[in-house]
């Protein structure tokens, strides 16, 4: 049954795709991508459809380009020191990021429970691009007791292993349930009926998402991964170019006539 194993009463892709949902933050450090929200059925296309680029480095950096390279944000500010103030800070500005901790994983490398860390991802405009890139609202950060299964975040339908735009993922129906709570609550994942959402296997982003009840039947995401673990420069994510000095180039020195 794909990459994840033979069938069997042992095997439930329900638990591997939400252990998926809680693993981003160990799965990749860079991701280039493409990322489109789909706006309700009844609003016209052209609103809040627009398609735009992006280039993100954990943790914190992200730049946002129109198709045709108009900047449209970028993060300043990615190496700030930390001052006097934060050592007055709460205990929570002390957690160290996801990737230096380690993890409960499963035994196909999944993240069966997450520790406490400094999670969060960088957005632009609303909460549902961070809340995609780690979609852990959508599993917790643990599974829940055997007898409460309905303390799960979301009712899911039978997950099923699907090709997006080239790349792997999981595929499935998700319903939330009373103890949802989205990461930005005006831009949930999960609508208030049946929601279709995709995650990729692997990188652990939720790649797209598209409610099919209600007022809200049509909205959600598209994100097409380009590139996975790509080096990236703190000169992308500027305002402005530093303008370096590429030393591998000649430099050459005006001298003069001599004296």
């Known amino acids: ?24 933050p160990w799965r990749w450090t860079t991701l280039r991508f493409e990322y489109l929200e789909r706006p309700r059925n009844h609003e016209r296309p052209g609103n809040g459809s627009t398609m735009v680029r992006a280039w993100l480095r954990r943790p914190g950096a992200l730049r946002l380009e129109t198709p045709d390279g108009q900047l449209l944000h970028s993060t300043t500010g990615i190496n700030d020191s930390r ?3 934060y050592v007055s800070a709460t205990r929570r500005s002390w957690l160290l990021p996801a990737h230096l901790v380690t993890p409960v994983y499963d035994d196909a490398g999944l993240v069966r429970r997450r520790p406490e860390a400094a999670y969060g991802e960088p957005s632009f405009g609303n909460g549902r691009l961070a809340a995609a890139l780690d979609p852990v609202e959508l599993a917790g950060n643990a599974p829940v007791p055997i007898e409460f299964p309905d303390t799960n975040r979301v009712f ?21 349930s009373r103890t ?18 995709r995650v990729d296997v ?34 992308l994510f500027l305002a402005e170019s530093m303008n370096l000095t590429d030393v591998r180039r000649h430099i050459p020195w005006d001298i003069g006539p001599a004296a």
């Open 83 to 85: 001052d006097d103030l």
């Open 1 to 24: 049954m794909g990459q994840y194993g033979a069938g069997g009463p042992a095997f439930d892709l329900s638990s591997t795709f939400r252990n998926l949902c809680r693993s981003s």
């Open 180 to 197: 949802y709570v989205p990461s930005d609550p005006a831009e949930p994942l999960v609508h208030p009926e049946r929601t279709l959402v």
């Open 156 to 176: 899911l339908e039978p997950p099923r292993e699907v090709d997006h735009e080239g790349r792997p993922a999981l595929e499935t129906v998700v319903t939330p």
């Open 202 to 235: 692997g990188t652990g982003v939720c790649v797209a998402s598209e409610s099919l009840d209600g007022d809200s039947a049509g909205k959600g995401h598209w994100l097409n991964i380009l590139g996975v673990d790509e080096y990236m420069l703190d000169d």
